[in-house]
DNA sequence: TATAAGAAGTCTTATACAAGACTAGTTCAT
DNA sequence: ATGAACTAGTCTTGTATAAGACTTCTTATA
């Protein structure tokens, strides 16, 4: 009865053909990060929508934590600095709530075949990915001992970028244009067992705390996986719930 | 120069008075959970304002979690139910993901004066708190073993409801209009010392997680400081970070 | 039991205007 | 001549409104 158009009604709304048409530019790098983004007016011209359905879109964007709006100013591509990624992804905090700066201590990386969990889980199901071991030092005597894992089809020649910087979603972004703007977390305690207690340099038998972490990015994509061995003593990992 | 009409204009946007008219209604229980919101017209015209400001204001109580909504259907008190409060504020999760069910083992009640920090970081800065103990069993062998502290003034006769069932939001809604939204955890690994170990049921030293905790209200009031000894061998703590 | 019409709700889109931010002049004092 | 301060203009996002489409549920009817 309704199908007397077989053009192009495509059945999801418009305000979403402006979202996508934004998350494909923003992925695929054509708008890089902190580009300003046309106004709500000249993309609304641009896509065949009003101005209103543009600016719908656009504030969407932003609760994703896509782009950054300020009134007056303008829309831009979120930049992931040092700051924003530590302060969003790297959740310990010293005993007044205050943010400790990581140092890096020792890091490693290898390109190995894929665990069946790591082909199973990741995106794109790799069957090889670039493994990074680090050992982040804290304030005080705490330590963090880290595995990384990320397909190397996402990441091509993230080897010959060594030596990373501390924080490697502004690597992923910068290089790669992949915004990581999630991440789920399993944590449970666990008594060191002899290697990790090596690596962070404790007592065998200490309690630490064990985060495995896989990171989404805008498109969705689980695109890296993550083990961290956290001794805290001065220090705890906090989250918000909602 | 522009104060010329002394009359009632607010300074604040017109879908704020609307948000806040809402909020109001449901915290002081005028809107019982599970309750159906006026229309997005109806609200409108009762307000003096427009559907689409009346909708505007709908959408970010949606978000913030205290009325959900369904086209078609309308816009409801969001109503806390043991699977809900569990799903959102207890994160601990078997080996497949799935949730556990706890099970009440002990359960303990009494008012006592609050301390320092409960004084200061609590609501209304209470001299005297209930505060409840209790061990909760998980599949398997492993524990919780919580402190809960919440200020009288707010929950008046509290004392007088036990047994208190599994899940305290559900008591904080429907009893005293208090509906739970967020919650700041810090958690930290630990040795378990004596006293826990005990109370746990497990052997002095063995690691456990323990998970500071404040809640807080749809008024953004600090409602309730609790802490918990998690002794979790089979499940992990999952949290989303954004 | 199935179907259709209607009522009541939210969802989508478009438009008008307000308010903030930046820029380029212009003015005025030095 | 130079520099600071003001101002008008323009570009941006923010707020408010209205009209019609779509969904869900109920009710009447075959």
Same mark, same amino acid.
């Given at each position: 009865?309704?199908?007397?158009?077989?053009?192009?009604?495509?059945?999801?709304?418009?305000?979403?053909?402006?979202?996508?048409?934004?998350?494909?530019?923003?992925?695929?790098?054509?708008?890089?990060?902190?580009?300003?983004?046309?106004?709500?007016?000249?993309?609304?011209?641009?896509?065949?929508?009003?101005?209103?359905?543009?600016?719908?879109?656009?504030?969407?964007?932003?609760?994703?934590?896509?782009?950054?709006?300020?009134?007056?100013?303008?829309?831009?591509? !979120?930049?992931?600095?040092p700051e924003?990624a530590l302060f969003?992804f790297f959740r310990l905090r010293g005993?007044?709530?205050d943010r400790p700066t990581p140092v890096l201590q020792h890091q =490693?990386?290898?390109?190995?075949?894929?665990? =069946?969990? =790591?082909?199973?889980?990741?995106?794109?199901?790799?069957?090889?990915?670039?493994?990074?071991?680090r050992l982040r030092a804290l304030p005080g005597?705490d330590r963090v001992h880290e595995?990384?894992?990320?397909?190397?089809?996402?990441?091509?020649?993230?080897?010959? !970028?060594?030596?990373?910087p501390n924080t490697l979603?502004?690597?992923?972004?910068? @290089?790669?244009?992949?915004?990581?703007?999630?991440?789920?977390?399993?944590?449970?305690?666990?008594?060191?067992?002899?290697?990790?207690? !090596?690596?962070?340099?404790?007592?065998?038998?200490?309690?630490?705390?064990?985060?495995?972490?896989? @990171?989404?990015?805008?498109?969705?994509?689980?695109?890296?996986? !993550?083990?961290s061995?956290i001794h805290a003593?001065e220090h705890?990992y906090?989250?918000?719930?909602?």
């Amino acid at each position: 009865m309704q199908d007397q158009t077989p053009s192009i009604k495509p059945d999801r709304p418009l305000y979403q053909v402006v979202i996508d048409t934004i998350v494909d530019r923003i992925a695929s790098g054509a708008l890089q990060p902190g580009a300003m983004l046309p106004s709500e007016t000249q993309l609304g011209a641009e896509l065949g929508v009003s101005q209103g359905t543009a600016r719908k879109a656009l504030i969407d964007l932003e609760q994703r934590g896509l782009v950054q709006r300020a009134q007056g100013r303008g829309t831009f591509v !979120r930049i992931q600095t040092p700051e924003s990624a530590l302060f969003n992804f790297f959740r310990l905090r010293g005993r007044d709530g205050d943010r400790p700066t990581p140092v890096l201590q020792h890091q =490693e990386m290898r390109q190995r075949a894929a665990t =069946e969990i =790591e082909t199973k889980t990741l995106h794109n199901a790799p069957k090889q990915v670039f493994e990074i071991k680090r050992l982040r030092a804290l304030p005080g005597k705490d330590r963090v001992h880290e595995i990384v894992c990320v397909p190397c089809t996402l990441f091509p020649g993230l080897k010959d !970028r060594a030596p990373l910087p501390n924080t490697l979603y502004v690597v992923y972004q910068q @290089a790669y244009s992949c915004i990581v703007v999630r991440a789920e977390e399993q944590m449970r305690p666990l008594a060191a067992d002899a290697a990790t207690a !090596r690596a962070l340099g404790i007592a065998q038998g200490e309690s630490i705390l064990r985060i495995d972490r896989v @990171a989404y990015d805008a498109l969705d994509r689980a695109v890296e996986r !993550r083990t961290s061995f956290i001794h805290a003593t001065e220090h705890s990992y906090d989250v918000t719930l909602r």
